[in-house]
């Protein structure tokens, strides 16, 4: 790789790293075939393709395919071939719910794949798909704002929104793109499919791990409780606190209220034990010896090189020490 | 491991009277509730533990657990998990679906009396589905004859509870069933493996009699707000502050120590350790 190529994907490292443990799963491996995505039909015209970095949650029907997050660069043939699988339509629609490569690096292949009569590109008056995102996750692309994560043009959302929602129809079925400040990143959407009763999550919410909090890019654990918060007012169970709104999660399993729900209590209660040491008085240091996370670490701990539990702790240390 | 294997095989051989192999589960069954008292009715004290062979992860989950939980919502209508459920009260309805031509069974749905949960045995040789797959409070369960055992393999389970005061069990546990028919006593026994909470793996039987009269009645829940919260509000208490947790204690006169639980409660040399506490405690 060279030094240009290094400097593009630096700022993504730690989100591969968490995608490549979440996953459980190494695409690079030489000479080895990289494993199979799962396809897997969710709920009314949503599915879900998992891994090929991101989760990717794709809408079809007699409109044509609209396809949330576009997973790493290198599985978007692979995701294109899977989209095959349940669609023959056009592909009409990309959105994107944060800027990460694990969520976009594929916005190029799986847009150049598709047409849209409605949307021109601006240079050569070809149809093209639109890429649909936070107004950031543009400026974050086109070095508006500055970040060493840098896509082909042709990646770049075309079509953006700055206030608190964005709506959409398609396939029948009305899609509203929900911003959620100051949360995983500052240009979170949840993409929720109303006739569906499904929301793509992005990293607002994992089952894998605990939340990869990228401060760097103005993300934090209260914008992320607050955006669980809100998962769950729009989440209605089906009986038993079990089955109705289905959540894509950002990595990981299709989850209902009840997973997102006692997620949002982890990181509450996480939070209220991290800010109570810190009204003690205590130190970064000595807040990790006392293991705020011990009775979560077993299920959703992290241990890379680049994001690990150590550093969550210190991560929501810094947020509520301020 | 070895140990478990044990218990499950000195349970299968009190049970070795002639019964049919691959019997017919299908009918409506009784439970007998004739053992886990602390589990029935009202259920357990806060901050009983024992007999469990939980960790300290799950020791430090359920000392912080709050029974305000119930006030939310979101948690109001959570019906037990398959390796709780039947502990009861847990009457059930068993039906089966069969091969039209084999007349060989696809399937086994066991309807739980409280609130009505329904598991079901796949018993036609299907996989568990992928990784990715939601999980339910009942778990994707397939099914497969060892004689004349039904064993059962449960995964996609939903996070649960050993005990029902906080005491927790993860979605990475690997649940096992063994479904045992002695005359007209069905006994199953549950191992439950958690990687996350449990020192060794939780092994218990339950026992239901055959009930040609029983009729399971419906149990809807639907939630209410029935205290005024602000939004996100999740009780807990910090570590070191749940001022319920002795009561069990000095309540029972177990002493505090064998309140906690842990792997080496579930074995008779125990009892050893029990004397000398509460010798200590005399003193």
């Known amino acids: 790789m060279n030094s240009r190529a290094y400097r593009r994907w630096a700022g993504a490292l730690p989100l591969l790293a968490i995608a490549a443990a979440s996953l459980a799963q190494d695409d690079s491996r030489d ?146 793109l929900r911003h959620q400040p100051n949360a995983h990143t500052d240009g979170d959407s949840i993409v929720w499919f109303r006739r569906s009763d499904v929301i793509a999550t992005g990293d607002v919410y994992l089952t894998t791990s605990y939340p990869f909090i990228d401060v760097a890019r103005g993300g934090s654990l209260q914008g992320i409780i607050d955006a669980l918060n809100e998962l769950l007012d729009l989440m209605i169970p089906d009986r038993n606190e079990e089955g109705g709104t289905l959540a894509i999660s950002g990595h990981g399993a299709i989850s209902d209220e009840y997973e997102v729900v006692n997620y949002r209590d982890m990181l509450t209660i996480i939070r209220d034990r991290i800010v109570a040491l810190i009204d003690m008085g205590m130190t970064p240091e000595q807040v990790k010896a006392a293991q705020p996370t011990f009775d979560y670490d077993g299920r959703y701990g992290i241990d890379s090189t680049l994001w690990s539990t150590e550093r969550f702790i210190e991560t929501i240390y810094e947020e509520y020490a301020e | 491991m070895k140990k478990v294997s044990i218990v499950i095989m000195a349970g299968a051989a009190l049970c070795a009277l002639p019964a049919p192999a691959q019997f017919n589960l299908a009918g409506s069954w009784a439970q007998r509730q004739h053992e886990d008292r602390g589990e029935r009715g009202g259920g357990p004290q806060i901050g009983d533990y024992t007999g469990l062979p939980i960790n300290d992860a799950a020791r430090l989950r359920a000392d912080t657990w709050s029974p305000d939980q119930w006030t939310v919502p979101e948690h109001q209508c959570e019906p037990h998990p398959i390796d709780y459920a039947p502990l009861g009260p847990a009457s059930m309805l068993i039906t089966a679906d069969h091969d039209p031509v084999s007349y060989d069974v696809i399937a086994w749905h066991l309807t739980f009396a409280w609130m009505n949960t329904t598991q079901t045995i796949w018993m036609d040789g299907r996989e568990h589905p992928p990784e990715q ?151």
């Not at chain 2, 996609?156 to 005359?183: C, F, M």
């Open chain 2, 133 to 283: 797959a939601p999980r339910t409070w009942m778990g994707h369960s397939v099914g497969r004859w060892k004689g004349d055992i039904l064993v059962v393999d449960i995964s996609h389970v939903k996070e649960g509870w050993i005990r029902r005061n906080g005491v927790p069990r993860s979605d990475l546990a690997k649940i096992t069933q063994y479904w045992i028919l002695h005359e007209d006593i069905l006994q199953l026994v549950t191992v439950v493996d958690d990687p996350v909470y449990l020192e060794e793996p939780s092994v218990r039987s339950v026992a239901w009699q055959a009930h040609t009269g029983y009729r399971m009645g419906p149990y809807p829940c639907s939630a209410r707000v029935e205290l005024d919260r602000p939004r996100g509000y999740v009780p807990h208490y910090l570590p070191g502050a749940n001022p319920l947790l002795r009561d069990f204690s000095e309540e029972s006169g177990i002493p505090w120590e064998a309140t906690r639980g842990g792997a080496e409660q579930m074995y008779p040399e125990y009892q050893e350790v029990l004397k000398r506490l509460l010798s200590e405690d005399a003193q």
């Open chain 1, 31 to 176: 000479g080895e075939e990289p494993p199979a995505l799962s396809v897997i039909p969710v709920q009314g015209n949503v599915y879900l393709i998992a891994g090929a970095g991101g989760n990717i949650a794709v809408q079809t029907g007699d409109d044509g395919v609209l396809v949330v997050d576009t997973g790493l660069p290198e599985n978007a043939e692979r995701v294109l071939a899977a989209i095959r699988t349940l669609s023959d339509r056009p592909i009409r629609f990309v959105v994107n719910t944060h800027v990460h490569p694990d969520h976009t690096g594929g916005n190029g292949t799986i847009g150049a794949a598709g047409t849209n009569e409605g949307f021109r590109d601006a240079l050569r008056s070809e149809p093209v798909v639109p890429i649909y995102a936070h107004e950031t996750v543009l400026h974050r692309l086109s070095g508006a704002i500055e970040d060493p994560i840098d896509l082909p043009v042709r990646s770049w959302p075309i079509d953006t929104y700055h206030v608190d929602k964005f709506d959409m129809y398609f396939n029948g079925e009305s899609i509203q």
